[in-house]
Every structure is written in structure tokens, then in C-alpha cells.
């Protein structure tokens, strides 16, 4: 007989007695005193028996479908599947299959009646076992809840004793290594010293207490939003500006509008913990016993601006004050920020928030009107010289790359057909994941080899010079939305200095007009490179 052993752990199952290992070792011992010979171990890590979506499980089941082994030895039925519906099924694929089973801990032998009696009432306790643990962790949670305790992730800006004894461990060896200065290391060894002490018989060793180094940063979130000037994007440049980074199941990493909006509204913050059932079920608030880090008042001022900012976008702003075209695209060449539009008064303008983010900038002229840098945006398209033969040329250009994309697409279209056919083959079984793995990563090498021509782009581009060709009729009669979506078609960027633009940076569709179509003078750098944009001014470029 040709056995095969099939072990499992979850991630909290770690523990004598449930490791791989020692599942492996008891279910050889008994292959020994069968004289069956063990043809495979499959390894499952890390993987509840909750349902069958399991990789080594599903690749367990493909080499039984193609009569790889004869029995399946596990060292306890639960290991096989938690799931009584999985349990029944499954062994019911392996009968069909002329595949014995075998479970060691419960003596239990598909192939006997007795054996199958035993199948039914030990998934039934299995699957007993799973839902009754379910329940007694949502009931946990509920009543750490309800004394006060945390659940779930920790909120950004809180910490646990635990963990900062952790930091602290940490933070001296990153020193020790010479991977953090002294100054740095003083400093925050001192915070976090200071913490732990005031801690000390107040928190026990996983309870909430606000983190001495993160703790500040939440404050600075709900300061600034509370000013009604900022959108949570400001919010998340601001913080990693400051050098924050987020924690948690976000790990450490720089903030982006999802995880300041996770902050801005977390009553967490204000003192509160909550529980949830069931996804379907509404939250629940409950007084927390952690210290609260913003006051009540903050957290529903900066609800207050969050309701109010979403009925003003809801309603929308008058177009003239609302839409700004080139708002994506300007971009600072003291500080690198990009400009951005701003409402003040009803008066259009373009600001640098390089203060926003505790930038400084060589540039000393913030603020500018709309209409300064628009006008002289479209000028630069203006003053573009296009002949009069250019949808030949357009045309031209696009026959050229015709028979080449229609030869890849064929290509592509092939070789996609075969990735198709291959997965076919691996789900029944026919090839080894092995085979099926090395084969699929050589075609998609060979897709990869031959990128599509953007034939797209061509579409552009002659939409692009016929709008180059009628760009004074055009301009003056466009509204701003139709002007923004002109300016995104041309440029890339549009680099902007004391109040002027000096450079642009054009689109690919803009660029290959000026290579091929417009007649317009080259730009060589000092090094005789040829450069991929317009600099209207050397001493910045």
C-alpha cells in the first residue's frame, strides 16, 4: 500500500503535541506497523480547518485524483477538516477515488462500518468543537469590550507596557549597531523610560496607554483637520512630514488618505472601546479604561468639518470657483511640491502648501491666479507652429504602427490561448504543479518579451493635433473643464518658479508631435543631451 500523511497546524496550534513534526512522526510509526510505504507528506502551515481552500490539501487531493498513493493517514480527523459537510464529502472523493483513509488518534478505518459510524459522530464533534470556540471568542471580545479592554488591532498613537519594554530592548540594540544616533537614542530611550515608569502600577502588561512617540502625531491629525482648510490627503502629507508612519495592521509605512481617515474617525481616541458581532450588526460604544488622547469637543469639531466638507462636494462649488485644470500638474522646482488649487474668497488660485508640510522652499512668491498660469499655459500651446500637411503626417505615423500591432496582437492572442489550455490541464490533473508552474512562467516570459504597441495612443494623437490646429478658435471658447482635460492631454507636469512657469514636461502624445509633426526648435542641455521637455528658462532647467 502506498500511503501518503497529510499534517496541519494553525497559526495558534503551535504546541506540543500539534506540530508537523510530531503529526508526521505518529503517522509514519503506524504506516511502520501496517507495512504500507509512505510516498508523500503533505505540509499544511498556518492554515485553519475551517473550510478546504487549502493549498497542500486541494494539492493532496489532485494526486489522489490521479491515484498517487492508496491511503491517507492522518493523526486526527479534526487535522483533516473542522467542517462536517468537508469531512463527509472529501472522504467520500477519496472512496470514489479507491483511496482508504485512516485517522490514528481515534483509530478510526474508512473502509470498516464501524469505521464509518465513528466518521459521522467524530466531524460531529469536530465541527461542535469549532463552532463552540467561536462563540466563546466572540463572547470574550464582547466582555473585554464591556470592561473596558481593547480589541482587535491597536489604534495608532497607543502602545501597551509589553510593547514598549520591547521598543526599548530594540532601540538598544539599533544603537549598540550603530543603526540610530546618540542624541536620537537618548531622546527617545528617556520618552519611553518616563512612560513606563508612570505606567508602573497603574496599566497592566497588555493594556492601552498612549504612546510617547506616536501619541503627539494623533493630536497634530485632529489640530489640522479641525482648522477646515485641509482634506484628509493634507492630513497624511502633514503627518509624514513629520515623520510618522503608520502602525498596526497598516504596518510602517507613510500615511494616505485611507489611514488618516481611519484616525480622524476612531473614538478610540476620545476614550472609548467598541465591539462588534456580526459584520451585519451595527457597532457598539463602550467607556474604555484607557486615558483618552483629544478631547470630546475635537473629535466632534473635525466631525463637523468632515460633514460639512461632504455636503459642499455633494452639492458642488460654482464651476468658476471649483474647477482648476492645471491643479495636477504644477509642479514647484524650489521644493518639488505640487500646486494646488485653492478657493479663497471666490478668487481661483494656485498655492504651494509647502508650509503645509513643514517644507522649506527657495521660492518666495506662495500664491498665484488661476488665470496667470492657464494663460501662459495654453500660450506655450499656442505659440506651437502646426503645418498645414499634419493629418498626413498623423496618418502616417499611425499606418506605420498598424502591421506591427496587429502581428503582436496575434502573437499575445496565441500564447495567452496556450496559458488557458495549460491550467486546464493542471486542474485535472494531467501535469504536476511543478510542470504546470515552470511552463506558465516561460510563456508569460514570452508575453512579456513582446509588449503590445500602444495603438490607443495613436487615437490621441491625432485628437491631439487636431486640436493643435484649431487651438485659437478652441481656447477661446473652452470652458475650464474642457481646458483641464486640453492641459492633461498635453503635459506631464508644468514646472513653476517665483510665480512663473519655466518648464514643461510633455505627454508622450505631445512629445511624439513634436518629434514628428510641429516644427519647433530642439532642446539641448549643455552636456548635448537631448532633453524630453521645454524649458522656457536655462537659469532653471
Known sequence: MRAAIYTRVSSEEQIEGHSLSAQAEIARQFAVQRGWNVVQVYEEKGRSGKNALRPEFQQMLRHAEAGLFDVLIVHKLDRFSRSLQDVLFYLKYLKDRNVSFVSVNESFDFTTPTGKVQLVLMAAIAEWYLDNLSQETIKGKKERARKGGWNGTLAFGY????????????????????????????????????TLESAEGRYGETDALICPINGPGVVLAFEKYSLGIYSDLDIANILTAAGYRTSGQFGNNPFGKDTTIYILQNRFYIGETSYQGKKSQPKEYL???????????????????????????SRGLPKNTATYPLASLLVCAGCGNNWRGWNLRGDRRYRDPAKDKGHECSSHLKSVAAEVFEATAAEILLSLNVPTDWKDRVLALITKDQPQYAAVKNQQTSLQGRLERLKQLFLLGDISEGEYRQMRDEIQAQINATPLPTLGRMIDLERAADLLGNIRNIWDAATLEESEAWFRLMYNKVYVYEGEIKAIEPTPILWVLLSNIINYDTLVGDDGIRTRGLCLDRAVC
Not at 543603526?179 to 528617556?190: F, G, H, N, Q, V
Not at 479604561?289 to 462636494?313: G, M, T, W, Y
Request: charged share 35%; hydrophobic share 35%.
Open 159 to 194: 502602545t501597551t507596557p509589553r510593547r514598549l519594554k520591547d521598543m526599548l530592548t530594540q532601540l538598544g540594540e539599533d544603537f549598540q549597531a550603530g543603526k540610530i544616533a546618540e542624541a536620537d537614542y537618548s531622546r527617545l530611550a528617556t520618552l519611553i523610560e518616563e
Open 287 to 313: 467607556p474604555g479604561r484607557h486615558e483618552p488622547l483629544i478631547s470630546r469637543d475635537l473629535f466632534e469639531k473635525c466631525q463637523e468639518v468632515r460633514a460639512r466638507r461632504a455636503a459642499n462636494f
